[in-house]
C-alpha cells in the first residue's frame, strides 16, 4: 500500500536521488544534458532545499511503499500572499509511474489546501512534458503561459495551470 508521510532535512538525500534518477527521463529529450545538470543542482542542492523547508515556507510529501521512498512532492501554502497552494515539485521514478502515487500526493496536497482555507493550486509545467495530461486528467486548467529565464541562457518555459478548489 502506498503511503503519504511528511519529509524533513533528514530526507533531503531520498528526495535528490529521486529528482536525478526522475529528471532525464522526464526532461532529457526537452533540454540539453548541460541545462539538465544545473538546473538539478541548482534546485536540489542541500543549500537550496534546506532555504526552501526554512526560509520559504515548502513543505514536502514522500510517497512510500514496504518503507521505499519512489517520489515527493513540495508545495507552498498562501503561495504569492493569495490563498493559494503552489505544488513546486512532484515526481516519481519512472517505474513507479501510473500506480495512482502522483495522484495520492495530489490529494494529500489538497486536502491540506481545503484545511488551510486555500482557493486552489497553482502550479507550472514545462509545455512539452507529458505530466500536462496528468494534470489535466485531475481538473488543472491551463491559464496561460510564462518563461522563466535563469542563468547562462536557459529558459523554462512552462505552461501555468490552476486547479479551483470549492
Request: aromatic content about 12%.
Amino acid at each position: 500500500m502506498i503511503e503519504i508521510s511528511i519529509a524533513n532535512s533528514s530526507d533531503f538525500k531520498t528526495i535528490r536521488e529521486i529528482a536525478y534518477t526522475t529528471w532525464p527521463s522526464t526532461y532529457g529529450a526537452i533540454v540539453s544534458k548541460v541545462q539538465l545538470e544545473y538546473m538539478l543542482e541548482k534546485f536540489y542542492s542541500d543549500a537550496t532545499l534546506t532555504d526552501n523547508l526554512i526560509h520559504n515556507n515548502h513543505h514536502f510529501l514522500l510517497a512510500k511503499e514496504n518503507e521505499t521512498c519512489f517520489g515527493f512532492a513540495s508545495y507552498e501554502p498562501d503561495y504569492l500572499g493569495d490563498k493559494i497552494v503552489r505544488l513546486h515539485k512532484i515526481y516519481l521514478l519512472p517505474e513507479s509511474q501510473g500506480k495512482g502515487a502522483g495522484k495520492l500526493l495530489i490529494s494529500e496536497i489538497e486536502k491540506i489546501a481545503r484545511q488551510l482555507n486555500q482557493n486552489g493550486i497553482s502550479l507550472n509545467v514545462n509545455r512539452f512534458n507529458k505530466a500536462f495530461d496528468f494534470y489535466t486528467k485531475l481538473d488543472f486548467e491551463c491559464i496561460g503561459e510564462e518563461d522563466v529565464e535563469l542563468d547562462y541562457g536557459y529558459l523554462m518555459e512552462d505552461f501555468k495551470m490552476l486547479k479551483k478548489l470549492s
